[in-house]
């Protein structure tokens, strides 16, 4: 079985500044490791993914991540933020052989003027 | 929007009773899965379909029940309703691993 670790339930910063949001993951197999937003009112939207090949991986909105198998993580990134980045950030893995996913406890990002 | 259709997108019940989720789940998308998300729990997966079958369960309690129709729509069933089972319930469908696709989510209260 697979978990996931949100270190922060919270994560306050200001407009055009840089944020990090942290993901750990446990797993004996193999994984697959993505980011999902949530918005207020509405449903999960997926920001990127890690399947294989390069551990930097690029998603929407101008957010990445970089898995690092040695420390099972999976932060994810952005240089500057801005207001409609507020919102809720889910962290989720699956194994390679399963579809469904597991999520961390999410955080939620404030982006403040 | 995501493609997935959830319906109703709130419901009122009383403990006790049942309620019927739908799911309409994008074109294509063989793959349904259904979570529930509370403030308590979290994010937690209930099951998964795929063409029909049952593909995977993961924290479904026995009183809650699935299925997935030959036109690929999902129904989640919950019955005996208490007050803990008031949450919100997501749908989602996939054409590949992990990519999964929400619905809007069916807020449930149970009164």
């Known amino acids: 079985a697979q978990s996931v670790t949100q270190l922060d339930s919270q994560v306050p910063v200001f407009e055009e500044a840089p944020v990090e949001l942290r993901c750990n993951y446990s797993?004996?197999?193999?994984?697959?490791l993505f980011w999902y937003v949530q918005y207020p009112n509405q449903g999960l939207q997926l920001l990127l993914k890690?399947?294989?090949?390069?551990?930097l991986v690029k998603g929407i909105n101008g957010f990445e991540a970089e898995f690092n198998k040695s420390q099972t993580s999976f932060h994810l990134r952005k240089p500057s933020v801005h207001i409609s980045d507020t919102a809720e950030y889910f962290c989720?893995?699956?194994?390679?052989?399963?579809?469904?996913?597991?999520f961390g406890s999410g955080t939620r990002l404030q982006v403040q003027p | 929007d995501s493609g997935v259709t959830q319906t109703p997108k709130h419901l009122i019940t009383a403990t006790g009773q049942r309620v019927t989720l739908r799911c309409s789940p994008r074109?294509?998308?063989?793959?349904v899965y259904w979570y529930q998300q509370s403030l308590d729990q979290g994010l937690q997966f209930l099951i998964q379909?795929?063409?029909?079958?049952?593909?995977a369960k993961g924290n479904i309690l026995e009183r809650f029940s699935a299925q997935q129709f030959p036109d690929l729509h999902s129904e989640l069933n919950l019955s005996s309703l208490e007050l803990g089972d008031s949450a919100l319930y997501f749908c989602?469908?996939?054409?590949?691993?992990?990519?999964?696709?929400f619905g809007e989510g069916s807020r449930l209260t149970v009164l």
């Open positions: 989602a469908s996939s054409p590949n691993p992990g990519e999964l696709f």
């Open positions: 797993s004996s197999v193999s994984v697959y």
């Open positions: 890690y399947l294989s090949g390069s551990t």
């Open positions: 989720a893995v699956s194994d390679t052989g399963r579809r469904a996913l597991t």
């Open positions: 074109s294509g998308d063989l793959s």
């Open positions: 379909y795929y063409n029909g079958e049952e593909r």
